[in-house]
């Protein structure tokens, strides 16, 4: 069920079958989908701070909840119960739940938190509640971005510093990521043709709000250091200094 609408409109033109394309569609600032399970609603909503949805659970309705993202490659779950979603080309977050209920017109909070399932499940687990009330559960997204270059890149590796930065480490065969380490690697190589020849690995550090690029360089040599090849860990210590190990050609790093 649609809510409120934009004042703009979004176009799509993908591929060259004019059939599939599609002009002036509305954009709506708030979207409902009721009945999702028996007895539950769950609700989406855009605004200035970020994307959000909502779930509402009627009286005495079970909220065997449990979410799916479609083409990311890792969950994790944060020391402070957040939950970061990864994908190929970039990261971002969603912050621990929060469940409460109104009762004689005071919010009350319900205990929650984030199960991970699987790499691309997971659920919200409860603790005990007044089950004759409605329950709402209010996670919401705190950020994303699109991390990459001209070419190819991966994304393979996260981790969440104590403070809540965030660390990402891959490989890529673009010579032109954001790059602010000047002491690290040039990037991936090219053959006597120009041809970019093979991969390099990089890590880069993003601000826990997702507005900075804290810092990032290349990681190689005049061989591939490809972390498809052999990227074997990534880690953060408690003052926040980035250890990796992986594989190389390279004879130079």
């Keep these: 069920m649609a809510g409120k609408v934009y004042d703009h409109t979004v176009s799509y033109f993908r591929g060259n079958d004019r059939a599939k394309w599609r002009a002036n569609v509305p954009a709506y600032r708030n979207l409902r989908y009721p009945e999702i399970l028996p007895g539950t609603e769950m609700r989406f909503e855009s605004h200035e701070h970020g994307f959000e949805y909502t779930v509402h659970v009627q009286p ?7 979410f ?15 939950l970061v979603i990864r994908t190929a080309k970039g990261h971002f977050t969603e912050s621990r739940p929060v469940v409460f209920q109104f009762i004689d017109g005071i919010e009350h909070s319900v205990e929650s938190s984030f199960e991970i399932v699987s790499t691309s499940e997971y659920r919200i687990a409860l603790g005990n509640y007044d089950r004759s ?20 890149d991966n994304s393979k590796i996260l981790k969440v510093s104590q403070d809540g930065h965030i660390i990402i480490a891959g490989n890529s065969f673009s010579t032109d990521l954001p790059e602010t380490s000047s002491g ?29 690029l ?3 360089g290349y990681l190689g040599g005049n061989g591939a250091t490809d972390d498809e090849m052999g990227w074997k860990g990534l880690a953060v210590d408690a003052a926040g200094d980035v250890y990796v190990s992986g594989y190389t050609m390279s004879s130079e790093i």
Aim: glycine share 12%.
């Design 133 to 152: 009330r409605e329950l709402i559960i209010d996670p919401v997204l705190d950020w994303s971005t699109f991390w990459g270059g001209s070419q190819s």
């Design 68 to 82: 799916r993202y479609h083409g990311v490659t890792a969950l994790e779950k944060t020391h402070t119960g957040d």
């Design 214 to 216: 804290l810092w990032s």
């Design 60 to 66: 005495h309705a079970r909220p065997d909840l449990r």
């Design 184 to 212: 690290f690697g040039t990037g991936p190589g090219v053959n006597s043709s120009g041809e970019l020849s093979y991969r390099d690995a990089y890590v880069a550090k993003f601000s826990k709000d997702g507005t900075q």
